[in-house]
């Protein structure tokens, strides 16, 4: 597990703004009741895009936060506590489709969007990630 740098020079002006996609608010940027407000927190450049290959996660530190790192096929990002909140299972070892994010240890699945299990089980974290010059930023 390797240990980000965090970003001083990152602002909230130059974080991903499209209505609508953060957890929480509706297009309209409305809280919607029972989900989660979306989090904004420290930015760390956790490594370069190319060091997760595509379809595959890796872990890092990030502002002393175990996240995993994804990057989909399709080229997309997303970034999640590291460790399965059922028995602890390396999430960044997971399967992944556009959808969800299946740990490798009982088979949860966990919905990308908001970090819902699909079973009713207790939910993961997700976090704000983006690429930033060649580098995978995430916010915790
Ligand atoms: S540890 Fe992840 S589903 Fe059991």
Known sequence: MSTATRLD???EAELPTT???ERGTSASGV???GQAAPVRGEAYAVCRVDDVP???GRAFVAGGVQ??????RDGSLHATQAACPHAGGPL???QT???VLVCPL???AYRWSDGAATSGAAPIRVYPVHESGGEIVVEV
């Open 106 to 108: 009982h088979l949860y």
């Open 19 to 21: 209505p609508g996609t």
């Open 54 to 56: 595509l379809g595959e």
């Open 97 to 99: 489709d556009v959808d």
């Open 92 to 94: 960044a070892d997971g």
């Open 67 to 72: 996240v995993a790192v994804f990057r989909l």
């Open 31 to 33: 809280a919607v009741p």
């Open 9 to 11: 020079h990152t602002t």
